[in-house]
């Protein structure tokens, strides 16, 4: 693939260190890897947003590219309202992807929230931008109650539409996981409708960046090139 987009059931639940995790993955494997984020909000001016942190953590290699970024923590197309700026459109984002996608062997497209949030007054929304592209998504999930009925809201939104689903990440997961976490690894993939394609720990954001880059590709399973096994996982979890 060329172009992956990666989204989540909500907001504040790994995306972007997942999104770096696969992005290191690639980069060890001597691909070329841009990460495009079409909206960035609740950043000023002169601060780092959530491209700039997968290129610290992914390493160098790693291009970000940011369409807009808006001051408020907020969805979008509210952000842009708010501010009195212009919001960016599903056809931008496709139009940047894929002049991305003419020079680096891996464009990794990182939503804002959920898959629905809006991006401009339209209504228009990343999902949108996904079947503009014609890409599959990578869905970030969280790993305690409540992640069920979320994935599976995600999924059914993605197949009403068309839409290729690569599969499901924990975006992070807990030191210490309890019963719901534990049996959430085995009902993940049967309520999202897509295979359970890794589970990175909680704080790997925090870690060493030679030691993130080193561990991402444990953290994956082999269809984001990593060696994460589903299966084994979840025997030794005990869900």
Not at 28 to 33: E, H, L, N, P, Y
Not at 59 to 76: D, M
Not at 84 to 111: C, N, Q, S
Not at 124 to 135: F, M, V
Request: aromatic share 4%; proline share 7%.
């Amino acid at each position: 693939m060329t172009v992956l987009v990666v989204s989540g059931t909500g907001t504040e639940i790994g995306k972007t260190v997942v999104t770096a995790a696969v992005a290191a993955v690639a980069r060890a494997a001597g691909r070329s890897v841009a990460v495009l984020k079409p909206a960035q909000t609740g950043v000023g001016p002169g601060e780092l947003g959530d491209a700039d942190e997968v290129v610290r953590l992914a390493g160098e290699g790693v291009t970000p590219v940011e369409l807009v970024r808006f001051p408020e923590p907020l969805a979008p197309a509210t952000a842009a309202r708010r501010a009195g700026m212009a919001p960016v459109a599903p056809d931008e984002v496709a139009r940047a992807a894929r002049k991305l996608a003419e020079e680096y062997d891996l464009v990794l497209v990182e939503g804002a929230g959920g898959l629905l949030v809006r991006y401009d007054a339209e209504g228009g929304t990343l999902a949108d931008a996904a079947r503009l592209l014609d890409a599959p998504v990578l869905v970030v999930a969280p790993a305690g109650l409540g992640t069920l009925n979320m994935a599976t809201l995600t999924g059914e939104a993605l197949r009403a539409r068309g839409l290729a689903q690569l599969g499901v990440v924990i975006g992070s997961w807990p030191d210490e996981p309890g019963l719901a976490e534990r049996c959430n690894v085995t009902d993940l993939p049967e309520s999202a409708g897509a295979p359970l394609l890794g589970a990175v720990p909680a704080g790997a954001g925090a870690l060493p960046v030679d030691a993130f880059r080193e561990r991402a590709a444990t953290w994956l399973a082999p269809a984001l090139g990593g060696v994460w096994d589903a299966d084994a996982f979840a025997a030794a979890v005990g869900g």
